[in-house]
């Protein structure tokens, strides 16, 4: 059974090196002056490595080479431990395809208009592909993945219509883009719940299933409903939906069903997303919705902030309120309370 290790750090994000060797976390040391650090620890001994301050925002995570991407709301700094240098690329949502080579991220103009771009993988010899938002990378690292058409400058996320929205995959084998699904499609699809006449309909993020053949998407709409739908990745078939009503307040309904982060489970089976339906993102309301892709059918946890698969797909962690993690198997034959403080996130050592 998995064994919990406690590691007294208050941050708010955190992430595991690649080797599982190092820890990285995201803190404020001062509510009042939220000025955000990021630390490197090694996890054997517990010492600092590195140190990166004076941060707007961060979200973390590694590279397949073992260099640090701190995301900040509109660039990234790349710390490579190795030679103790840090890099800054401009845009947002960077993403590396798998072997590190490339990088794809979206830079916004002066018209307030997204494009999708690829380089190599310090940020150089870029070249646009579409409009767009949201770039993934496949797992083989030939494909991206992501949303273009209507909707894409600085409101997307604000109730503006989606029916001429796109779900798109660019070929850089040969350097060329597919649709493989429309939203209007996609909302008429049958059970999702969605008022097509109401604004308030968001698009969320991509997942890529690990074996590279379906998509995971999500739809939400203010006060009403949270969908995931996988979709097959080479027609854009629907291959599995599981809708989720919500009810959440309206200055907090741009978060609902749009966390796919931790979304697959590593045999590509099933997948999962976060829902909210009270009154905060991280409280008793939360939910984590489990899909089975083979049998349509899926289970619902409470959850209080992001959870994590183990590597092997075995367990799933989800933190609960007021305290304590819950590791569960996603066909819930079986289950594990471990007596944590209050988290918020928990993340797999790798290999554990």
């Not at 301050?53 to 397949?64: C, G, I, N, P, V």
Request: net charge negative; proline share 4%; hydrophobic share 40%.
């Amino acid at each position: 059974m998995p064994q919990a290790h406690l590691v007294d750090a208050s941050g708010f994000d955190f992430s595991w090196s690649p080797d599982g060797d190092k820890l990285a976390y995201a803190f404020v040391q001062d509510l009042s002056q939220p000025i955000v650090q990021v630390e490197v620890i090694d996890a054997a001994s517990g010492q600092i490595e590195t140190t990166l301050d004076r941060l707007t925002s961060a979200s973390l995570d590694w590279r397949s080479d073992g260099s640090l991407c701190v995301h900040e709301s509109d660039k990234i700094h790349l710390l490579d431990g190795a030679t103790n240098t840090t890099l800054e690329i401009a845009g947002t949502d960077h993403t590396w395809s798998s072997d590190g080579t490339h990088l794809a991220y979206v830079a916004t103009g002066v018209d307030q208009i997204s494009t999708i771009w690829i380089a190599d993988a310090l940020g150089r010899h870029a070249q646009p592909i579409a409009q767009g938002l949201g770039p993934v990378w496949s797992p083989d690292g030939k494909r991206v993945a992501f949303w273009s058409g209507a909707c894409m400058d600085s409101s997307c996320r604000k109730g503006q219509p989606l029916q001429a929205a796109k779900l798109l995959i660019f070929d850089t084998t040969r350097n060329a883009a597919v649709t493989r699904a429309r939203s209007e499609d996609l909302l008429k699809s049958g059970h999702n719940n969605l008022d097509l006449a109401r604004r308030g309909i968001v698009i969320g993020d991509i997942a890529w299933s690990p074996d590279g053949t379906m998509l995971a998407v999500t739809l939400a709409q203010e006060g009403s409903s949270a969908v995931l739908l996988v979709l097959n990745a080479d027609d854009g078939a629907i291959r599995a939906r599981v809708a989720v009503n919500t009810e959440a307040s309206r200055t907090e309904w741009d978060w609902i069903g749009l966390s796919l982060r931790q979304a697959w489970s590593p045999d590509s089976r099933y997948v999962s997303f976060r829902v909210m339906s009270g009154a905060t993102w991280y409280g008793e309301s939360g939910a984590v919705v489990v899909l089975d892709t083979r049998t349509g059918q899926h289970i619902s946890l409470p959850c209080a902030g992001e959870w994590a698969w183990q590597s092997s797909g075995q367990w799933l962690a989800v933190p609960q309120r007021p305290s304590g993690v819950l590791l569960v198997t996603p066909d819930l034959s079986e289950m594990q309370w471990l007596n944590t403080p209050a988290s918020y996130s928990v993340a797999w050592r790798p290999g554990s």
